[in-house]
T-cell receptor, first 112, second 111 residues
Framework: DGGITQSPKYLFRKEGQNVTLSCEQN?????MYWYRQDPGQGLRLIYY???????QKGDIAEGYSVSREKKESFPLTVTSAQKNPTAFYLC???????????FGQGTRLTVV | EDQVTQSPEALRLQEGESSSLNCSYT??????LFWYRQDPGKGPEFLFT???AGEEKEKERLKATLTKKESFLHITAPKPEDSATYLC????????????FGRGTQLTVWP
């Protein structure tokens, strides 16, 4: 079945650590996105990529980094510069044609 | 500033009690309005896309409508399994696929 796989489902980060969230899709979509979801807030865009080896900052990119070396993969690194990383992180993809976005099942990151 | 506002924030319905959720938007150059359902701890699940004013789409007990300023998600005779958070999002077209989300409406349907 085609879809988006995020891993791990739960992740714990110690102060000062960098952690990487995985996102893989087998939908052959060109565009991929990372959103952050906090209680009582709408999803906010962190980074997006419309093509391999190219990506752009979203609205809240500070403290995060990404790469897009393969069409299928768009990992997100939460760096130690992100001061409030506890949140639910969602990866999505689209075919770039303005149609619906498909989402993964999310990664819940907690700082311990 | 572009905005997407959903109301109410929370809605409790008795099973069988029909109601509507609202999504108002002020973005320019709307390329599509999307409705998603999200269960706790899960990713959003796509429901509908609406592209132009006057358009309507239906799926089981749900019906989505669109005007030039807002969209409604009508829920007819809801069941407890319809309980979820319903998210509205818009695509402006400046970056195809990039969505601007409202904060969602948390729907609870009790037996």
């Amino acid at each position: 079945d085609g879809g988006i796989t995020q891993s791990p489902k739960y992740l714990f980060r110690k102060e000062g650590q960098n952690v990487t969230l995985s996102c893989e899709q087998n939908l052959n979509h060109d565009a991929m996105y990372w959103y952050r979801q906090d209680p009582g807030q709408g999803l906010r865009l962190i980074y997006y990529s419309q093509i391999v080896n190219d990506f752009q900052k979203g609205d809240i990119a500070e403290g995060y980094s990404v790469s897009r070396e393969k069409k299928e993969s768009f990992p997100l690194t939460v760096t130690s510069a992100q001061k409030n990383p506890t949140a639910f992180y969602l990866c999505a993809s689209t075919d770039g044609g303005g149609t619906e976005a498909f989402f993964g099942q999310g990664t819940r990151l907690t700082v311990v | 500033e572009d905005q997407v506002t959903q109301s109410p924030e929370a809605l409790r319905l008795q099973e069988g009690e029909s109601s509507s959720l609202n999504c108002s938007y002020t973005v320019s150059g709307l390329r599509g309005l999307f409705w998603y359902r999200q269960d706790p701890g899960k990713g959003p699940e796509f429901l509908f896309t609406l592209y132009s004013a006057g358009e309507e789409k239906e799926k089981e007990r749900l019906k989505a409508t669109l005007t030039k300023k807002e969209s409604f998600l009508h829920i007819t005779a809801p069941k407890p399994e319809d309980s979820a958070t319903y998210l509205c999002a818009v695509n402006k077209g400046s970056t195809l696929g990039r969505l601007y989300f409202g904060r969602g409406t948390q729907l609870t349907v009790w037996p």
